[in-house]
């Protein structure tokens, strides 16, 4: 009874007036394409406020402790090694931001793959090679000869010294990325990169959402970790109102690299970790959780041979090391993907001194330059490690801009720019070794069934339970001689000829085992940044912490005198003036800039060039600017001298030719 009153009630509405309902009908797709902007609207909102709490980074790890207080927790490393794998790089589940996005990831452990050298197509990816055995091992004709030869790479590695043996073809280092985007929204399921041990759970993207929701509703956590969180949005808004939507994916790689000295790594203290252990540096730099940065400069750093990493000072830069790292990493165009230089129609310049040429944004880059000797600018608005790289790939969701001039009421000359881009932070360098191509017993690569066939368990000492062989997953051809007490982590294997050999596992870790006479060799360096380290509160504890680590020779910055004597005490930067330039363009201004005490003195002392970049002009009414200077003794009067100012020699394009420094006087 009641639905016919309803259906009756209907029909005279809609009878009543055509005219009435279609203006309804109007103002409802009005209203629609109004809520569908304000939704637009509210996740940038979302991502804004991502992007100020901090820098693009990890930010936590899955919890499996927990403590009496806070640091006995997880804090956040994920790295692992499943060195029985041929190939797992072990990396767990993070919650990681990219440029203001956050998403969680499935359990990693990728493997080693890279953008694809032949084909740009999206995604499409092949395998690096692992470095060969060096040609001096194979040469002998026994196994502990090549094993003894061996040892010498693996020292000459260690001690990075090419004079024991020439080491760079035979350890290879990697660099190994997060790479992040927006695709247009197909709801299948595309597995984003490959892993020899994990893969999204989930049938479509709509349904890994509905997973990852119940295991968050009730605190459930996926057993075989194979679930991650990628939001969803809506991108774009087309002519006629209707909703794009995007879905954001991700997905880890690696890059070969051509050279890299242990020397630019240092390590980068978590005195949360080492509380919650009571570990000295020394013992820090030795686990899975220890994380490096990486120096501006390699001729700066010097080489700690008893640790086995790199010291030099902290200091600011402009561009560095893992800028030229990072630039030779490709973004979704893959390495002939071709090269874009132009934004919003102007071009790119490649960011460095004496690099007058375009940049090719289609790797990952964090600065550009617009004009020529002009100003640098940094990418995103606070972010240190918004890596992004332009693509062509139309699968990659893209912002368009609209404009149109409007004369009177009427809009013409309508132009639209559309861009895309990927982005991306760097994981980690891992040194390849050939312990990966080295089988001097020549044991037989088979399938996991026929290695533990009849109950084979790897025993070391029992023929008849000895692997049958190895596998991609029981990948055990390192003789157990190569390192020292291996009790334990040997297993044995026969080899064709039903032979046991007593062999440890192969494949990539973090610390090797420890060989006799070579030491503890690291392979895998993690340089992955912290989400909470572009807070403002995270720099203050940072700081902090350096200077409870250095209480002795920071106590001149403590107001009020430390329990420690002063020695060898930490001395303030320099601050220094360019001389006015009156140049017009840009006008009347100046531009400051500071220089470390030590780099200072080794300036004075022994003519180390010094690399810095001023402040921004100050004063001026055209668009601001900053200067690249290198400073250098004259060769005649042995003083400090602009080297080169940007491009130029010996002065600035404006007009600045010298320096002051400046004192504050106290009284
Ligand atoms: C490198 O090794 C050679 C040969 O063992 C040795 O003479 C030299 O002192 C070493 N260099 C360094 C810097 O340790
Ligand atoms: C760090 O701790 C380890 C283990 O307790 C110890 O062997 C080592 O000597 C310590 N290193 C330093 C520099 O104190
Ligand atoms: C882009 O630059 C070209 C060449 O300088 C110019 O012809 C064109 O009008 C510009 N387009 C826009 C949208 O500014
Ligand atoms: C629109 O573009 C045309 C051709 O480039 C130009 O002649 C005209 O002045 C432009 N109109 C406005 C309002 O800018
Ligand atoms: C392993 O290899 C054997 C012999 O080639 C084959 O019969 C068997 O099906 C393989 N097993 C698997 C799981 O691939």
């Given amino acids: 009874m009641r639905l016919l009153i309803a259906v009756c009630v209907m029909w005279i509405g809609l009878a009543t007036s055509n ?8 103002k409802m797709e009005q209203i629609m394409k109004d809520l569908t902007k304000q939704l637009v609207t509210q ?7 991502i992007r100020s709490d901090g820098d693009s980074g990890i930010k936590q790890v899955r919890r499996i402790s927990t403590g009496t207080d806070t640091y006995n927790s997880e804090t956040t490393s994920a790295v692992h090694s499943h060195p029985n794998y041929k190939d797992v790089i072990g990396f767990g589940e993070v919650n990681v931001v990219l ?3 956050e998403f969680r990831t499935r359990h990693n452990d990728y493997s080693l793959v890279m953008p694809s050298h032949h084909a740009n197509a999206y995604h499409v990816t092949e395998k690096i090679p692992y470095p060969q055995v060096p040609p001096s091992v194979l040469a002998k004709s026994t196994v502990p000869e090549q094993i003894a030869e061996m040892k010498e790479y693996f020292r000459a590695f260690r001690l990075q010294n090419y004079t024991i043996r020439n080491y760079g073809n035979f350890f290879k280092p990697v660099l190994c990325y997060l790479e992040g985007n927006w695709e247009w929204n197909t709801n299948h399921l595309h597995e984003p990169f490959h892993s020899e041990t994990h893969h999204l759970d989930a049938e479509s993207y709509d349904a890994l959402v509905d997973k990852v929701r119940l295991n968050s509703y009730t605190g459930m956590s996926d057993q075989h970790q194979n679930v991650a969180y990628l939001p969803k949005k809506i991108m774009d808004i087309d002519e006629n109102g209707n909703p794009r939507y995007a879905q954001w994916n991700y997905r880890i790689l690696c890059n070969p690299l051509n050279h890299v000295d242990l020397k630019v790594f240092k390590p980068i203290d ?7 252990r009571k570990y000295n540096m020394s013992t820090y730099t030795r686990t899975d959780e220890a994380r490096f940065t990486v120096a501006a400069e390699p001729h700066r750093a010097t080489f700690n041979q008893r640790e086995g990493y790199g010291m030099f000072e902290d200091k600011a830069y402009a561009r560095g ?12 165009n893959n390495y002939r993907g071709g090269q874009q230089d132009t934004e919003f129609n102007e071009t790119a310049l490649y960011a460095d001194l004496g690099h007058e040429r375009r940049e090719n944004t289609a790797r990952y880059h964090r600065e550009y330059r617009l004009h020529h000797g002009m100003q640098f600018n940094q990418r995103g608005f606070s972010d240190n490690n918004l890596w992004v790289a332009q693509t062509h790939q139309n699968r990659v969701a893209s912002i368009t801009l609209r404009s149109c001039k409007t004369v009177g009421t009427l809009k013409t000359n309508c132009t639209s720019t559309t861009e895309k881009f990927t982005y991306a932070i760097p994981l980690e360098i891992i040194y390849l070794n050939p312990l990966h191509s080295w089988n001097p017993y020549k044991l037989e690569m088979k399938n996991e069934t026929m290695v533990a066939e009849n109950g084979r368990t790897g025993d070391a000492h029992n023929a008849h339970l000895a692997y049958n062989g190895i596998s991609p997953s029981q990948f055990y051809q390192t003789p157990s001689e190569f390192f020292g007490n291996t009790a334990g982590q040997e297993v044995g294997v026969l080899d064709p000829s039903g032979s046991i050999h007593r062999v440890m596992a192969s494949g990539i870790q973090t610390i090797l085992p420890n060989i006799p006479g070579v030491g503890v060799v690291r392979q895998r360096w993690p340089i992955y940044p912290l989400h909470r380290e572009g807070d403002s509160v995270g720099k203050e504890a940072d700081a902090l912490l350096e200077m409870m680590n250095h209480m002795s020779s920071m106590s001149t910055l403590y107001q009020a005198p430390t329990v420690q004597g002063k020695h060898d005490t930490v001395k303030p930067d320099l601050q220094f003036r360019l001389n006015p330039s009156q140049t017009d363009p840009p006008g009347p201004h100046d531009h400051e800039f500071f220089v470390s005490a030590s780099d200072w003195e080794d300036l004075i002392n022994k003519n180390v060039m010094v690399r810095v970049q001023t402040s921004p002009s100050e004063g001026s009414q055209e668009e601001s600017h900053s200067h690249y200077l290198e400073l250098a003794l004259d060769r005649h009067t042995h003083k400090p001298v602009i080297n080169k100012c940007d491009e130029q020699n010996h002065h600035c394009w404006d007009g600045h030719r010298e320096f002051e420094e400046v004192t504050y006087p106290l009284f």
Avoid: K
């Fill in 19 to 26: 005219a009435d309902s279609s203006q309804r009908l109007q």
């Fill in 43 to 49: 996740q940038f909102y979302v991502e804004e406020r």
């Fill in 99 to 101: 440029n203001g996005v």
């Fill in 270 to 276: 978590d005195i949360a970790f080492r509380m919650s």
């Fill in 321 to 332: 090391v893992l800028d030229n790292l990072m630039h030779q990493v490709p973004g979704a």
